[in-house]
């Protein structure tokens, strides 16, 4: 390929949709991927044993993931997710007691309201207290809606005070410990990857704003039927080479920062001047790529340096038989808060369970023996069966940086631009004003491919 007309850093979620983007628009694109294989954070490898594809951790998708979701349809993957109508959630307690959460298809907020008052795990008190969130949510939901038609970026700290924890703001609003136990407290460490005396309120106010708006199906759990390289990585892959594109893996890339001579991208012997980079890498890794002349880019890259990241460990457990019923189960109050029958979701026999510990800083030094024995012992708390099948395989896997911390006073999270003239950041790190999800990092992609569009190549 001679010069591309932009080169993209980093084949996760970020970067493979930025090049989508601009593959799409008729853009001759390389994408470089210093791993041998795609996905970056969100990827799948064989196991050594079973030979089952296994991924690096459970990724859950929602239905107000509306630019992943698009994304999946423009490169044709859109059948490899499972949408549930609905948002509907079975929870076993530690004592054994099973409820389900199940908001109804009917207008916000009345599907939040009809899926608490239904819950049979709350008591009146508890259903009463959702309640005192309609303002807060308000103030949140008014803020997209007035911003979107502008395109303008939305601040994560509607209905909320900056420096507040989740656990702060809940408290504020009378969320009674009933409630945040089995909903609120659950769902922020799963969209946040903290526990909600750590995380930052406004960004768990957005995703509540996102989650329970106007559409009902926003709200709505999306899993992936296909390992994760497969299910977007290897299609988007696909798209953008049938486009005249190019996606290198082992490909180690350098951006040298030259205010004379502009931008170039190094890898191994080989040398490009494109009219754009996208950098779309993870924040610990920028420091690395980005070299030459940084000057112009030295408060992002100190902003890199200091953002701490938050673990998350999954588990995964082979049964000689089937141990589950659902495609997945919430465990609050637990180490492993949630778990995943991967080959039910898969549509083949189940008997391969994924537990995922979210937020997981207390943990990762644990022994995998430790983390083993501890998921089982919740497992055979939780599902009777269990108790009774014989464990084929366990493996344990480790995200140290799976994400960035959102405690408050965290580093502030670079826009799309930069001081550098073509260079552009993408990744689940930029400021989008959601925490670090998928959707998230897909939105960041898009915006720097819009961004490519319009200043480096028009």
């Not at 390992?227 to 190019?246: C, D, I, K, S, T």
């Not at 991208?265 to 080989?270: A, P, Y």
């Not at 494109?274 to 408060?299: K, S």
């Not at 180490?335 to 943990?363: C, I, N, P, T």
């Amino acid at each position: 390929m001679t010069d591309p007309d932009v080169i993209v850093v980093g084949a996760g979620f970020a970067g493979l949709s930025a090049a989508a983007r601009l593959s799409a628009a008729g853009l001759r694109v390389l994408v470089l991927e210093a791993r041998s294989r795609l996905g970056g954070r969100a990827t799948a490898f064989a196991d050594r044993e079973t030979g089952e594809l296994v991924d690096n951790g459970q990724h859950v998708l929602m239905g107000c993931y509306t630019e992943t979701l698009a994304f999946l349809g423009e490169i044709g993957a859109a059948e490899h997710v499972r949408r549930q109508p609905e948002l509907a959630v079975t929870t076993i307690e530690r004592h054994g007691r099973v409820s389900r959460l199940r908001c109804p298809s009917l207008p916000s907020p009345l599907h939040l309201l009809a899926g608490v008052f239904g819950w049979s795990a709350l008591g009146w008190r508890d259903r009463l207290a959702v309640l005192r969130m309609a303002g807060p949510l308000r103030a949140a939901q008014r803020a997209l809606r007035d911003a979107a038609p502008r395109g303008d970026h939305v601040s994560a700290g509607a209905g909320s005070s900056p420096p507040e924890t989740v656990a702060a703001w809940l408290d504020r609003h009378g969320q009674t410990p009933r409630l945040r136990e089995l909903l609120w407290d659950p769902l922020a460490l799963a969209a946040l990857n903290q526990p909600a005396e750590i995380a930052a309120a406004p960004y768990f106010a957005r995703v509540l704003a996102e989650m329970f708006g106007p559409d009902p199906a926003a709200a709505a759990i999306v899993l992936p039927t296909r390992p994760l390289h497969l299910m977007y990585a290897e299609p988007a892959r696909q798209f953008v080479e049938e486009r005249g594109g190019a996606v290198m893996t082992r490909a180690r890339a350098s951006v040298v920062l030259d205010r004379q001579s502009g931008l170039e991208v190094h890898c191994g012997d080989r040398r490009w001047r494109p009219r754009g980079v996208i950098c779309a890498v993870p924040w610990f890794a920028l420091n690395e790529v980005l070299v030459g002349d940084t000057t112009p880019v030295a408060e992002t890259l100190a902003a890199a340096r200091a953002t701490d990241p938050s673990p998350i460990v999954t588990v995964n457990l082979w049964f000689d038989r089937v141990v589950m019923d659902e495609p997945f189960v919430g465990l609050p109050g637990r180490l492993m808060q949630w778990v995943f029958d991967k080959r039910a979701v898969f549509g083949e026999a189940a008997s391969h369970l994924s537990l995922v510990s979210s937020g997981a800083a207390d943990v990762l030094r644990w022994t995998n023996p430790e983390l083993i024995e501890a998921a089982l012992e919740e497992l055979r708390g939780a599902l009777p069966r269990v108790r009774d099948a014989q464990v084929v395989r366990a493996t344990v896997i480790r995200e140290p940086r799976a994400t960035f911390s959102l405690a408050p006073g965290h580093p502030t999270r670079p826009g799309t631009h930069t001081a550098v003239p073509g260079l552009l950041l993408a990744g689940d790190w930029i400021d989008t004003g959601l925490p670090a999800t998928i959707e998230g990092a897909v939105r960041s992609g898009h915006r720097a491919a819009e961004a490519a569009l319009s200043t480096c190549v028009r």
